[in-house]
């Protein structure tokens, strides 16, 4: 048996064909839809990048009780345990965040790995001294645009590469079994960095003001007349997707794959171009669809079953789900669950869900209703990361942030370790010049209203929901101050 994960970033659900979307290019996402089962109802659970990845390895939330940060001792890998099980997993990808302090730790879980250089602010080539940068909306920094140097046709860029190394590996190992591969880019990450030739087939032409790089923020009035500049750019990176996408299509076809390898696509969230008149996945803004309702296609081999499934999954059943299709047992410290039977009868896994990202609102969908929960606690307290590994994104803790941790009792997960129990100084980047956090507490009805605009009002159905968040972090052990941060004391006393 064989596994392949191709894996994007910023993968917006709502921009592709099988999903609806009639203005894009995205033939081979469609070509993919027709092969597999494509999830209607598949959410994120913590957010951003790395937190996601966290999760892909180890099939538990990570958000509850840590921001980003690197895989951590006691955690179960499930590309690691592939490893140790006789299964050869390899990990390709333009993924800088890796390679940073608060990612360093996941890729030796793997058999081997490849990495790719020149995403974004990647710390790549060298250029001492300054560097002019255009006249321009959004960010635009100097590394990144010394990177583009290097990456002026689309065969030096690095999501072409990347896939090319995964293009090597299948001609190289495709008659061998027992291999997980996956392969991951960047895309469509913001930058929005495309050659002209993609561009071309959304935007012909364009006098506006150098603009491929939103900011974390509301829409500007500046901004709001170059929206669909950045929509088409976010297309024709797309668009790139899309032809990497299908060149694993195409070995999967001149191998005859589809016989005995499953085939999973996927991302870790959406993006913002500007809906509710926001770019991206700032923690100043609710956590919308757009950012936390995914795309998600998986071919099994065992049942080769295709067409659609309205059962409600998430990032953390990424990894049951591999361990169970190679016949290995799923840790129990994993609380997400294998997908083979939902692909092949549409088994469901659950009713409820989880989503958010260290430190904000806790948010919980059925896939009917959203309902977003804000802290009580205006001052968004208390709030701490418990951790062996103290780094933030890109950096260790300083040592004014340890000067005064703890130690906590363990979890239920951390096989028998007491952790680091430090206080959770990012909050305060959230907070308004009183000190207090910009939340609100929304309820959404999303067969009528998909978009979100329009906010209920549903007492019964909002003290549901407060009592599956106090239900769902129970199971995952949340620390016990997250009830008083969220106000959830008396929810949790009535499920103990």
């Not at 302090?101 to 710390?123: A, I, K, L, M, P």
């Not at 390898?261 to 509710?276: K, R």
């Not at 906010?455 to 009830?483: C, T, V």
């Amino acid at each position: 048996m064989k596994a392949i994960m191709v894996m994007y970033d910023s993968l917006n659900r709502h921009m592709l064909s099988p999903y609806g979307c009639d203005w894009t290019q995205t033939p081979n996402f469609k070509r993919l839809a027709d092969r597999c089962i494509t999830f209607d109802k598949c959410y994120v659970g913590s957010l951003p990048c790395m937190p996601a990845r966290r999760e892909i390895h180890t099939g538990r939330y990570n958000f509850l009780h840590r921001s980003w940060g690197p895989m951590e001792p006691y955690d179960d890998s499930m590309p690691e345990i592939l490893k140790k099980n006789g299964i050869y997993s390899h990990l390709i990808s333009d993924h800088y965040h890796y390679w940073e302090d608060g990612g360093c730790t996941y890729h030796n879980r793997y058999s081997s790995w490849e990495n790719v250089r020149g995403q974004e602010g990647d710390h790549w080539k060298a250029c001492v001294g300054e560097k002019e940068l255009p006249p321009h909306l959004g960010e635009c920094v100097k590394q990144d645009m010394v990177n583009r140097e290097y990456a002026d046709t689309v065969g030096k860029m690095a999501q072409t590469q990347t896939f090319q190394a995964g293009i090597e590996f299948l001609d190289r190992n495709h008659e061998s079994d027992n291999w997980f591969l996956q392969v991951e880019t960047f895309d469509p990450h913001e930058p929005f960095y495309v050659q002209d030739e993609d561009l071309m087939g959304f935007e012909p032409e364009y006098d506006g003001p150098f603009f491929d790089w939103p900011g974390y923020h509301p829409v500007t009035e500046e901004e709001k007349p170059y929206v669909r500049h950045v929509r088409n750019k976010y297309a024709a990176l797309l668009r790139m997707c899309d032809r990497s996408l299908g060149r694993i299509l195409d070995k999967m076809d001149e191998y005859n794959l589809w016989e005995d390898t499953m085939l999973i696509v996927n991302t870790d969230h959406g993006f913002m171009l500007g809906e509710h008149d926001w770019w991206a996945k700032s923690n100043h803004i609710n956590y919308y669809e757009e950012i936390v309702h995914t795309p998600l296609f998986i071919y099994d081999p065992r049942s080769r079953a295709a067409g659609r499934c309205d059962c409600l999954v998430q990032t953390i059943d990424l990894a049951p789900t591999v361990l169970d299709f190679f016949g290995l047992p799923v840790p129990d410290d994993m609380l997400g669950h294998p997908l083979g039977d939902t692909i092949a009868e549409g088994k469901p896994v659950r009713s409820t869900c989880l989503y958010g990202t260290c430190g904000s609102q806790i948010s919980c969908t059925d896939g009917h209703y959203a309902y977003i929960l804000a802290p009580a606690d205006k001052n968004n307290n208390p709030l701490y990361n418990y951790t062996l590994m103290p780094t933030h994104m890109r950096s260790m803790f300083p040592t004014q942030e340890l000067q005064e941790l703890e130690l906590s009792e363990p979890f239920s997960f951390t096989k028998g370790c007491r952790l680091l129990k430090i206080k959770n100084q990012e909050k305060k980047e959230y907070l308004d010049e009183n000190g207090e956090h910009p939340y609100e507490t929304l309820l959404f009805d999303l067969e009528k209203d998909p978009g979100e605009r329009s906010p209920i009002s549903d007492p019964a159905l909002e003290s549901y929901f407060r009592k599956e968040i106090a239900r769902l972090m129970k199971e995952n052990d949340a620390p016990a101050e997250q009830y008083e941060r969220m106000g959830l004391l008396e929810e949790v006393k009535e499920i103990q």
